[in-house]
């Protein structure tokens, strides 16, 4: 003999099916949805940067297990290929989870420096320097500088045009009082 709830699971499988298939299928579609969103803010900062200055990269990304990074730098200060030199890159979790408040990883932005172990570190901490901060070398590059993006949670979400229109003005900025550690790079 079945319990009720034994019974009305069974009852419903086929719907409970299908919401499960449509929880899975927007699911594989935030992180994805989140990815472009960061994307076009840099892209709409970069841009805006190169009217200034001319001299900004494209935005790129990549992805690891956790999350995904989208990133600039100035022409020449960074090799994409063998990933060496300055740029700076926005990290962001890949789940909505992971951008709630309590996420072990938050969302972050810096100025990254990446080369071989000596020259990460001697040019890492004059980049440091010329922006009066103290930087680490941590996870395979030099942390320069970073800071939170506290504006990007699951409530920011919800108005994404806004949290676009945020994120684009954050990143030009922060590019903007990082340029003169992006300046210091050898050129590649």
Same mark, same amino acid.
């Given at each position: 003999m079945l319990t009720k709830s034994a019974e009305w699971y069974i *009852? =419903? $499988?086929d719907q409970i099916s299908q919401f499960e298939k449509w929880i899975e299928i927007v699911r594989s579609e935030v992180p994805r949805e989140i990815r472009?969103? #960061?994307k076009s803010a840099a892209d709409v900062a970069v841009a805006e940067l190169s009217n200034k200055h001319d001299d900004y990269s494209s935005v790129s990304s990549s992805k690891d297990s956790d999350g995904f990074s989208v990133y600039w730098f100035l022409a020449n200060s960074y090799d994409d290929e063998r990933r060496c030199g300055a740029c700076v890159s926005a990290w962001i979790p890949k789940t909505p989870e992971g951008l709630s408040g309590d996420s072990e990883y938050p969302p972050v932005l810096g100025l990254y420096y990446e080369d071989s172990k000596k020259k990460? *570190? +001697? #040019?890492g901490? +004059?980049?440091s320097s010329a922006?009066?901060?103290i930087g680490k070398i941590e996870d395979g590059m030099f942390t320069c500088v970073q800071r939170q993006l506290k504006e990007i949670? #699951? =409530?920011a979400l919800l108005k994404p045009?806004?949290?676009e229109k945020e994120l684009a003005r954050i990143f030009k *900025? $922060?590019?903007d009082a990082a340029r003169p550690g992006l300046l210091l790079a050898p050129k590649r």
């Open positions: *009852e =419903h $499988f472009n969103l #960061v990460m *570190e +001697q #040019v901490k +004059q980049i922006l009066k901060r949670n #699951v =409530h045009k806004d949290l *900025e $922060f590019t």
